[in-house]
């Protein structure tokens, strides 16, 4: 399997921007959320969303008082998020998994860390190094949850397999612990008439409390 083509990835999503960014905020996201809502703990968190893309999820994060860091490569997404009301409780930044330079010196400032619509996007080396960086954002006895895009249309350079199984092995590997695993059908009518699915994994870390 070739290594993902990060500049090729990050152009699409400038190349559809706008398309995307509609597409993302006509999804609920209550519907979105609700395999995994029960694991959503009341606030105020510390919350750092990981692809964030126009901020639908940041937003409704922020609506629930939590205070959300939320990152995202591709600016023409990110700067749809100035329509939205979310107050002063989000802060952007744009920067690319799996090295979050911008992130150093932030390490265990996190309870939450939310990945989602972005596994598919990192090749295997790149999901180590991500949840790597992972357990050193997260505090001890915080959460991580990633959503898997779960689909046939799989080409080796753009989006690769998404399956549970290697995921949570390497999560484990990082130092998390699964506490849940939920499939869910998509949210978007696109993605259902190409027969997209998610699978949502909840983890704890642990860290230095066990």
């Known amino acids: 399997m070739s290594g993902a083509d990060t500049d090729a990835i990050l152009d699409s999503y400038r190349s559809h921007a706008a398309d995307l960014g509609q597409r993302f905020r006509e999804v609920d996201a209550d519907e979105f959320l609700a395999p995994v809502m029960a694991h959503i703990p009341e606030g105020p968190l510390r919350i750092l969303d990981l692809g964030a893309g126009s901020g639908r999820d940041a937003a409704w994060f ?9 990152v995202e490569p591709v600016v ?4 749809q998020a100035a329509s939205l009301a979310t ?3 989000i802060e952007w930044i744009t920067d690319a998994l799996p090295d979050l330079a911008s992130l150093d010196g932030r390490d265990g400032e996190f309870d939450l860390l939310w990945l989602c619509a972005v596994w598919h996007h990192l090749d295997p080396a790149m999901r180590v190094r991500t949840l790597e960086r992972a357990a050193a954002l997260v505090k001890p006895g915080g959460r991580l949850i990633v959503s898997l895009r779960r689909s046939a249309d799989v080409d080796g350079r753009l989006t690769f397999e998404a399956e549970p199984e290697p995921a949570i092995a390497q999560a484990r590997a990082a130092g998390f612990v699964l506490v849940d695993q939920q499939s869910a059908s998509s949210a978007q009518t696109h993605n259902k008439m190409a027969e997209i699915s998610w699978c949502w994994l909840v983890f704890d870390f642990p860290g230095d409390l066990a």
């Open 62 to 70: 922020a609506a629930r008082g939590h205070s959300v860091v939320a």
């Open 76 to 79: 023409e997404l990110s700067a």
């Open 87 to 89: 107050g002063d409780r």
